[in-house]
């Protein structure tokens, strides 16, 4: 079965996004060598606010090439209860309601391949409560912000995760744990 991965990078004091929900912070960091972004993933999944971003920030609707050229040609799953706009060519499909009844249908397209959850927070945590979140890997960056989106705005004890590797990537601090599922 496939593993769903949650790889993101985040500011030394765990923000994901600024409070604009903006990622102009980490694209400020001097990034000649960034870390490895899910190599084994055939589906990425995220939220609504991170598929908005990612769409304006690139310019995709104008420059949809450019959607293959970072994503390749993985299925990529927004949840939300939005009608968005769509990349021509690119392979996004929309789910609303929760990540239980979603999962599913995720899963079958990942086939052999892992999930990547790209973002943000708090969509990690709602797998994370429905016992589907299998890492955690975040790239710590050399940057702050005094407000914005929480890494992982949820409680989660020592109890429930396992370092699993610890290195220097460039400018970053990558730091991946395993999460031990519920008892």
Do not use: C
Request: hydrophobic share 45%.
């Amino acid at each position: 079965m496939s593993r769903i991965l949650f790889e993101t990078a985040s500011t030394l004091n765990g923000f994901i996004a600024d409070e604009s929900h903006s990622l102009e912070w980490l694209f400020a960091v001097d990034a000649d060598e960034t870390p490895a972004v899910a190599p084994t993933a055939t589906v990425m999944v995220e939220g609504a606010t991170t598929y908005e971003w990612v769409l304006e920030h690139e310019n995709l609707m104008a420059q949809p090439h450019k959607w293959t050229e970072f994503f390749g040609q993985k299925s990529t799953f927004v949840f939300t209860t939005r009608t968005l706009p769509v990349p021509e060519g690119a392979d996004v499909r929309f789910v609303s309601g929760s990540v239980t009844d979603a999962l599913p249908t995720i899963r079958e397209a990942a086939g052999d391949g892992d999930i990547w959850l790209v973002g943000g927070g708090d969509l990690a945590a709602q797998f994370l409560e429905a016992d589907a979140l299998d890492q955690i890997s975040v790239s710590f960056a050399p940057a702050t912000l005094v407000a914005g989106a929480p890494l992982f705005p949820r409680v989660l004890g020592s109890d429930r995760l396992r370092l699993a590797s610890a290195k220097a990537v460039g400018q970053f601090a990558h730091v991946v744990y395993d999460v031990v599922p519920r008892n």
